[in-house]
């Protein structure tokens, strides 16, 4: 058999995203503090770009407005002086060679924060500069108490996640124990851990912590360690033992100087209509610089001549990738933000209480882009409303209970809220009871649901909360 060259064409589809593209859904993720330092940053080390001089960025300058306006009573029209209380820093963008002097200079503080705490114990640890970077931004995320703000995988990048679980590992081996987790049981956990409880205990302790407490509370001892399967003897040790953790590791910190969370957006209403402004005020209408641009029609033919030219072009065209990539981000945040207005209206008019159902899936729909860009735009980015200033993560729910069911999540979190304002005062509620009670107002949600949503409200168990 003769075999005999042949040659044939074929098409096929595939997608492949340019450097700027992909920078351009880095800076999409970035809150609006960071893409500050990024500008800036890239401003001091480009001399193609140029940065209007009545530019102000500081902290200082929100802070002052804030307090000017809570002084004469005046509620300005929507500007970068709004302000909202957070522990969010700017940029995370350090050299190797500045951590001594953070260590040093955290060691010293008279009132060390929890960030600072832990940042001086990261600068110590032998990492690359992208782990320490992962490190410090999961740092960053805390809350007061020790735990996320967000999910960690929703404020790194790719790339950056592959080192999440061994700076998770890591960070939860410093002091205190019990940070970095999502919510008060799960620090319970991660500090019995610490105390070198053994796998058996631990899993029992877990179960005890995650679903037994209230019965515990409640004096049903025998209950609980039928649950459990081990003896009340055994039960009364973990339960001993539970009490020398804390279940707020981060509270024994200093909660440092008040700083401010820029919202991106304002949707407010005005006059019975729903208005939608961008904070351009906060961000530099970046140019490039004319004079350096004209340096290389300036330049001979010489070698160092043309080494000069493919530097300016080089510059230029970094410069005109980021004014790009800002535009992309802008557009893209604008374009969200008014499908949420839209999806919205009755939460913008009326209150938390009307968040109905809506997916980034959904959105993304609409905008023709994929789910991961509404993610990414979405992520620590906040809107200025007549409820507050609120993540615009907040304005995505999905439905809760039967299929097409009308209630968002975050719509049956606030009653739950409110449920547990009215009874202030009173015997405080078993997340059954506020299941019943939520029940009689037409919401079916179980009362293990219950549980978890008073969690993410930050709200203790009755058995913490007792009678006010």
């Not at 893409?35 to 770009?49: D, F, G, M, V, Y």
């Not at 200033?389 to 039967?402: E, M, T, W």
């Not at 649901?449 to 007792?466: Q, W």
Request: hydrophobic fraction near 35%.
């Amino acid at each position: 058999m003769e075999f005999s060259p042949n040659l044939s064409l074929s098409q096929k589809q595939q997608l492949k995203l340019s450097p700027q593209l992909l920078q351009s859904f880095e800076l999409m993720a970035l809150p609006l503090t960071e893409l500050q330092a990024r500008i800036k940053a890239e401003i001091e080390s480009n001399p193609a770009l140029e940065l209007p001089s009545s530019w102000d960025v500081s902290y200082e300058h929100f802070a002052q407005e804030k307090q000017r306006r809570e002084t004469s009573g005046v509620d300005d029209t929507y500007s970068d002086s709004s302000s909202y209380g957070s522990d969010r820093g700017g940029g995370y963008d350090y050299e190797a060679s500045d951590r001594q002097q953070k260590f040093m200079e955290n060691a010293l503080s008279l009132e060390e924060t929890l960030q600072e705490h832990l940042l001086s114990q990261l600068g110590c640890e032998q990492l690359s500069e992208e782990a320490y970077r992962v490190g410090e931004i999961l740092i960053t995320n805390l809350d007061a108490n020790g735990f996320f703000r967000e999910n960690p995988n929703d404020i790194l990048t790719e790339k950056q996640a592959e080192h999440l679980p061994h700076l998770l590992h890591l960070i939860r081996q410093f002091d205190p124990p019990g940070v970095c987790a999502k919510d008060w049981r799960e620090s319970l956990v991660l500090q019995a851990q610490a105390k070198g409880i053994g796998a058996e205990d631990l899993k029992h302790f877990t179960a005890l912590v995650e679903d037994n407490l209230e019965l515990m509370r409640a004096n049903k001892q025998a209950q609980v360690a039928k649950n459990l399967g081990i003896e009340v003897e055994e039960l009364e040790e973990l339960y001993a033992f539970l009490k020398t953790l804390t279940p707020f590791p981060g509270q024994s910190f200093s909660s440092g100087p008040e700083q401010y969370v820029i919202p991106d957006l304002s949707i407010r209403n005005e006059e019975g209509q729903l208005v939608l402004r961008m904070n351009n005020s906060s961000l530099p209408d970046l140019a490039i610089n004319t004079e350096f641009e004209g340096l290389a029609e300036d330049l001979g033919s010489s070698d160092e001549s043309k080494k000069a030219q493919q530097y300016i072009k080089e510059q230029i065209k970094s410069a005109n990738a980021l004014i790009f990539q800002v535009q992309v981000r802008n557009q893209t945040l604008y374009k969200v933000a008014h499908i949420l207005l839209q999806e919205q209206q009755e939460y913008f008019l009326f209150g938390p209480q009307y968040i109905k159902p809506l997916t980034q899936k959904a959105v993304a729909e609409q905008l023709g882009v994929h789910e991961t860009t509404i993610s990414r735009i979405a992520t620590a980015k906040y809107i200025d409303t007549d409820w507050g200033i609120i993540p615009i993560k907040k304005l995505f729910s999905n439905a809760v209970g039967d299929e097409g069911a009308e209630l968002s999540k975050q719509a049956v979190k606030e009653t739950i809220r409110q449920i547990l304002e009215e009874h202030q005062g009173q015997k405080a509620l078993s997340d059954q009871k506020i299941s019943d009670i939520l029940k009689e107002k037409g919401i079916s949600v179980a009362r293990r649901t219950v549980a978890k949503y008073r969690n993410e409200l930050n709200i203790d168990p009755s058995f913490v909360r007792g009678t006010n």
